[in-house]
């Protein structure tokens, strides 16, 4: 066990003890603003939603290269990026020629007329920086995805659009290429201690297993831990609810967790894989997981956030579980004493409660590949199209014998307290006929399984109308092939 | 001059070098101040329990009313906004305590050992509510020409109806903040994220109870501001100063985001009625608004909102008879505040609604109804306060626009689409924008600004406007370049300081340039003449021959040269020394007024406005009429800048003020429950525009050649009118939604088109197509 996190940042590795001004729970943002030279990175909304705290993380790979992502500072805990090297907007200005010159998405932003009040300026120039150092040549729905979780209240987006379309063409090589090999060697030198982050103080305890069998045994000695991987959704306990966690068991370390494997007509996904990482898998293989994943958060949010930790929030809206279960999902769960495997449908029981007992954990989902007959969609409703959580959402199967029902999924998310599927309208359409008469008599149906609740996000009309006319949605792009005059990439049809 | 330079800043925002007030290094004597509010809409305050929080290690300091050595008031214009609740409380956000402690964290934990006993009252928690009780913050105001009562009775048709328009959350990156740092005696200086450092100034002062010459409020820049700052800035520096003031320690306060979006202010919600009267052509002859402005608690700047929604409830209009009633209503809400357009918005959309359902009554398109009542160039241009609208430029915008963006050929593939599709309709429209520049209070139309030239020929530029991401300064960087006659590098404009430029007015109504540009340009001319003088006669002591004349010196080029005699001639760097040796100041104070303005608030009567800025935009959308969904396809902006300074800043006006009107229009929807809490205080629920949101084809072009000759180096003021441009894209979901029900039925539709609304107003007009 070693009490300290070390991770590189400033090309130095800075090592942190628990001792002083931070706990195990003191998010990155915070312990950056803390200090002299970082203040560049700023608090906007303390959830994830804007985007401002953007940072860089340079992580090794199974092939010991570094990979860039943005992650939302606000959202991590120090231990999170125990490894890994941190790279704030302060680090890309650099000397060339021993004269401070900016990084290429910087000087566009500058020349684009890129910023204004500048408040978001920093967040944004680190989503830039990461697309630079991903893609060439991005190509414009990939820079407004790179820029969805980054808010500007100024500018209308569009100069900064532009910046990131001048800046991005040079195969993302930088000042940072040519520093990659000492990170590197760096971040090698911290991973040599291959002994288990493990912190106690006063207050809190926080272990971050490196193993599976690690994982499992500390599981199975808290149970009461709470579990964290990505934390986009526990962290909001600390930075909003201001409550100090006592307890947590941090996955985020556990490379056996992140494993996609496919064989039987099956694809199987780690719990512990980023939302990213499973789109990226998803994109050929499962293209309604892939919308799903894709007007899901923001890139910041889905880079840290997993498919095990949706699953295991069981939330009433779980933009994964209504589409999961359209799939015929099937969740793994692990203990010291053996692993179970449960069908999703089974597997959420009500509000926020999932049939996980205490001492298990979420470590695999598995899908059998879709048939071809096999029609499979997606919907989201929401206010706004991207890093909105959903109003109501849906994940459909339909498997049709000649023109009659053969079977039918209908999940809807955001309808009641759980995730769950309308059963009236699938029993009614079992065997009928697919076409518009039929659907809009179970139209009708849909409502009679759901009580949805008026909220914030909407009323209780506008979801049982929208409910009811998704699965209009879905007959008129499966029975009359009305296709979408939206972009294919929207995910909301 | 009339160059696109960066932003002044934009090399620090970039690097993240940018200081923002929260970025500021304070020694390790820093408190954490906290706001303790209310948690009710109305209630008496029975007892508020302190001790134990006060008892807590690390609270320095827990304050309420009683604790306030000055004033316990903090209303801008009408002093009924108590700085910390007294006896009552009257919106949940009102602050009742304060606190200064350590840390956030120990400020949080010493809050929640704060115990308040409340007895709950009836809370009025909309407009409607209000108008039934009769709760008004002030009489009804009232506009009129013509007899519109008479008109109605003539005219060929009348329509009757009402439109509600949404609140607004500000959402500045930036929230509230402030940090006071005492001084000696009772010195105390704050630096406060205000768009209004000079009122702050005063608020701070009367709250603490002493003089306006021991404050000094400074601002570099705002993460944001669009208003929100204008005077609910000063809460946030009032409280800090007091926890500072107690404690003699330096005291941050810091708005959590869901903190700042419960306890300050929006743009106001309204609820417009109408009645118009109109020929077979769609001329209008009458009109009648009633508009019902909901102001939250207190006054605010709520009355001037409401006068500038008046002024604007003719759009671009002539009107020949038409009447407009005011009111604010006072309802237990957050007192609503100045937003991007200050009431112009909600004045416009209730017009823009009447033309729209005009157009709709009498089966024509929008455009063509809004071209035949647009103000003329020679006739029908004085408007329903008398004021002539001069160098109109709308039907010059009117016809490039529509040229340039293919309107009627793209109205036709609209419907030629609809024919073709169920599910999914497209709509299209045109609106423009004509938007008044000046503080319509009046005497508010001043500016001071302090140059000062150092013996090494670099400039310091004071002036009282703030920077809040419009570029200001950078405008202001310019101007004194061009007057100068040298480089931006030898020029660097100051942080905004109240003992710089005193008594000054909030950098508000778009008028930061216009005013401070010229009050610099002021305080360059005592200079330059100071400056000729000295060198007119140091030319002529080396020189035979006739005698420089100070009129005759130029400065150009970062050089000084007597035009008659170019060999006389000095850097301009070099010529300071010369005019220090010479005993003359190289300091000069600016002072500017507006010319020629002035009106009867009480008669509604006068020119409250310099000149006027106009706008144009078409706009056309998609929408999904099975989920509500909509998408921009494509939107084309003609904007009237004048001569612009900085085309690319303007261009950023333009279009970021579009796309925040976009979001107020659609997805920014501010809800409360029946207990008067906010139900959108995060952005997890609160959707401002994404990247996502803005059209898929954005076209922004500014009307060339068209000069103003009432403002600065020909330019006009642009802030705020291009907010308003958004009403294209509003009417165009309402166009497509119509088009379910075949243009046969008037939709129903409010402000903002959310999802929600667009999807029932649909389901609406299915029914009615059935039935």
């Known amino acids: ?493 | 001059m009339n160059k696109s330079i960066p932003h002044d800043s934009a090399i620090k925002h970039v690097s993240g070098e940018s200081v923002y007030i929260d970025d500021m290094l304070v020694n390790a004597q820093l408190l954490h101040g906290r706001v303790v509010y209310s948690k009710h809409a109305h209630a008496r305050v029975l007892s508020i329990e302190l001790s134990a929080a006060k008892a807590l290690p690390g609270v320095l300091s827990v304050l309420y009313s009683a604790d306030i050595p000055g004033h316990n008031q903090m209303g801008p214009v009408i002093h009924d906004e108590p700085c910390l609740a007294v006896d009552q409380v009257h919106c949940v956000g009102q602050a009742l305590v304060l606190i200064a402690a350590v840390s956030e964290e120990i400020a949080i934990q010493a809050e929640a050992l704060i115990k308040i006993e409340y007895e709950e009252l009836p809370a009025i928690l909309d407009i409607r509510s209000a108008i039934e009780q009769n709760s008004f913050l002030a009489p009804p105001r009232f506009m009129k020409r013509g007899d519109a009562d008479a008109a109605l009775k003539t005219a060929m048709h009348v329509i009757k109806g009402e439109i509600e328009t949404g609140a607004q959350e500000h959402w500045y990156l930036e929230t509230q903040t402030c940090l006071c740092i005492p001084g000696e005696d009772k010195e105390i200086t704050a630096y406060s994220s205000t768009q209004h450092p000079s009122e702050t100034q005063a608020i701070i002062a009367e709250v603490l109870g002493i003089a306006k010459n021991e404050v000094v409020v400074e601002i570099r820049r705002m993460g944001g501001a669009f208003g929100g700052k204008e005077t609910q800035a000063n809460w946030i520096a009032a409280w800090c100063a007091l926890l500072c003031q107690a404690t003699k320690r330096p005291v941050k306060i810091r708005l959590f985001r869901d903190d700042d979006q419960i306890i300050t202010g929006k743009r106001h919600p309204y609820l417009i009625k109408y009645e118009v009267g109109f020929d077979e052509c769609g001329k209008i002859s009458a009109l009648k608004f009633e508009q019902n402005a909901d102001g939250g608690y207190a006054t605010d700047l709520s009355m001037a909102i409401l006068e500038r929604a008046m002024l604007h409830a003719d759009s671009s209009y002539f009107i020949p008879n038409m009447h407009v009633t005011g009111r604010a209503c006072r309802t237990n809400l957050p007192s609503n505040t100045a937003f991007r357009g200050f009431g112009g918005p909600q004045g416009m959309a209730g017009m823009e609604t009447v033309i729209d359902r005009i157009a709709r009554f009498l089966k024509k398109d929008g455009a063509e109804i809004r071209k035949l009542n647009f103000y003329g160039t020679e006739t029908n241009n004085i408007t329903h306060y008398g004021q002539e609208v001069e160098l109109n430029r709308l039907h010059i915008l009117y016809d490039q626009l529509m040229a340039s963006s293919d309107y009627l050929e793209r109205r036709k593939s609209v419907n030629t689409f609809n024919a073709k599709h169920e599910f999914y309709k497209k709509g299209i429209a045109l609106t423009p924008v004509k938007f008044g520049i000046s503080f319509t209070t009046s005497f508010l139309n001043q500016a001071g600004a302090l140059v000062n030239i150092y013996k090494d020929g670099t400039v310091l530029v004071n002036h009282g406007g703030t920077e809040m991401g419009q570029g200001l300064n950078t405008k202001i960087l310019q101007i004194a370049a061009a007057e100068l006659g040298i480089s931006t590098s030898f020029i660097k404009v100051n942080a905004t300081n109240t003992s710089k430029v005193p008594n000054t007015s909030a950098t508000a109504a778009s008028a930061g340039t216009d005013l401070n540009g010229m009050a610099v340009k002021v305080a360059i001319d005592i200079l330059k003449g100071r400056i000729a003088e000295v060198m007119a006669s140091e030319f002529s002591k080396k020189s035979t021959g006739e005698p420089s004349l100070a009129a005759d010196l130029v400065f150009s080029d970062d050089v000084i040269t007597d035009s008659k005699y170019p060999d006389r001639n000095i850097a301009f760097a070099d010529a300071m020394p010369l005019v220090h040796f010479n005993q003359v100041s190289l300091s000069a104070a600016g002072f500017y007024r507006t010319p020629d303005i002035g009106w009867d608030k009480a008669t509604g009567w006068g020119k409250p406005f310099n000149y006027f800025a106009f706008g144009m935009c078409v706009s056309e959308v998609l929408v999904d009429t099975l989920t509500g969904f909509h998408k921009n396809l494509r939107t084309d902006i003609l904007h009237d800048v004048g001569d612009s300074i900085n085309p690319g800043l303007d261009i950023g006006q333009v279009e970021g003020g579009y796309i925040q009107g976009v979001g107020w229009c659609t997805t920014e929807e501010v809800k409360w429950n029946a207990n008067g809490h906010l139900l959108n205080h995060s952005p997890d629920t609160y959707k401002i525009p994404s990247v996502q949101d803005i059209p898929a084809d954005f076209r922004t072009h500014l009307l060339q050649s068209a000069p103003n000759p009432r403002a600065i180096r020909k330019s006009k003021a642009v802030a705020e009118p291009p907010l308003m441009l958004a009403f294209a894209t509003w009417l165009a979901i309402k166009d497509a939604v119509s088009a379910v029900g075949n243009h046969a039925f008037e939709p129903e539709f409010k402000l903002p088109a959310t999802n929600e609304v667009i999807l029932l107003s649909i389901e609406g007009l299915r029914k009615k197509t059935k039935s």
């Open chain 1, 1 to 493: 066990m070693q009490d300290t996190i070390s991770f590189v940042l400033d090309g130095k590795i800075q090592r942190l003890d628990f001792k002083g001004a931070y706990t195990p729970t003191t998010t990155v943002l915070n312990y950056l603003r803390a200090g002299l030279s970082h203040k560049g990175v700023k608090e906007g909304c303390a959830e994830g939603d804007c985007g401002a705290c953007t940072v860089v993380i340079a992580d090794l790979d199974g092939a010991n290269k570094l990979r860039y992502q943005a992650w939302d500072s606000c959202l991590i805990f120090l231990p999170m990026i125990h490894g890994k090297q941190l790279i704030t907007v302060e680090n890309l200005k650099h000397k060339m020629n021993g004269i401070e010159a900016l990084h290429p998405v910087q000087e566009n932003m500058v020349n684009c007329n890129g910023s204004q009040c500048g408040y978001c300026t920093p967040g944004i120039v680190m989503s830039l920086f990461a697309l630079y150092k991903t893609e060439a040549r991005p190509t414009h729905a990939s820079i407004e995805d790179a820029l969805t979780g980054n808010l500007c209240r100024c500018t209308g987006y569009k100069p900064i659009i532009e910046a990131a379309a001048k800046a991005c063409v040079h195969d993302g090589r930088d000042q940072f290429t040519d520093q990659e090999q000492d990170i590197i060697h760096l971040l090698l030198e911290i991973r040599a201690d291959e002994k288990p982050v493990s912190v106690h103080t006063g207050a809190q305890s926080y272990f971050q297993p490196l193993t599976r069998t690690q994982a499992l045994e500390s599981r199975n000695k808290k149970q009461e831990a709470i579990l964290i991987s990505g934390a986009s959704d526990i962290a909001l306990r600390v930075t909003k609810r201001h409550e100090i966690l006592s307890e947590i068991i941090d996955l985020s370390h556990v490379e056996e967790f992140k494993q996609f494997s496919t064989e039987n007509n099956r694809m199987t996904f780690g719990a512990g894989m980023s939302l990213e990482d499973v789109r990226k898998h998803a994109k050929n293989l499962l293209p309604a997981l892939y919308d799903a994943l894709s007007v899901f958060g923001s890139r910041q949010i889905r880079s840290v956030a997993t498919l095990g930790g949706n699953l295991g929030s069981a939330s009433p809206i779980g933009d994964t579980l209504p589409v999961l279960m359209a799939y015929d999902a099937s969740i793994t769960l692990e203990s010291v004493q053996g692993e179970r495997t449960v069908n999703i449908n089974n597997f959420i029981l009500g509000y926020r409660k999932t049939d996980r007992k205490p001492h298990e954990l979420i470590t695999r989902v598995s899908i059998p590949k879709p048939r071809k007959q096999t029609l499979l969609k997606f919907y989201k409703v929401s206010k706004r199209k991207d890093l909105d959580i959903s109003t109501v959402s849906a994940g459909f199967s339909l498997a049709l014998d000649e023109d009659k029902v053969k079977s039918i999924t209908l999940a809807y998310g955001g309808m009641a307290a759980l995730t769950k599927r309308a059963s009236a309208a699938e029993a009614f359409l079992t065997g009928k006929k697919w076409e518009r008469r039929v659907v809009e008599q179970a139209m009708e149906l849909i409502i009679q399984d759901f009580t949805p609740i008026s909220d914030a996000r909407s009323g209780a009309v506008f979801r049982s109308l929208a409910a009811k006319n998704l699965l209009l949605k879905f007959w008129s792009e499966t029975a009359a092939a009305v296709s979408s005059p939206f972009s294919d990439s929207d995910g909301t049809g």
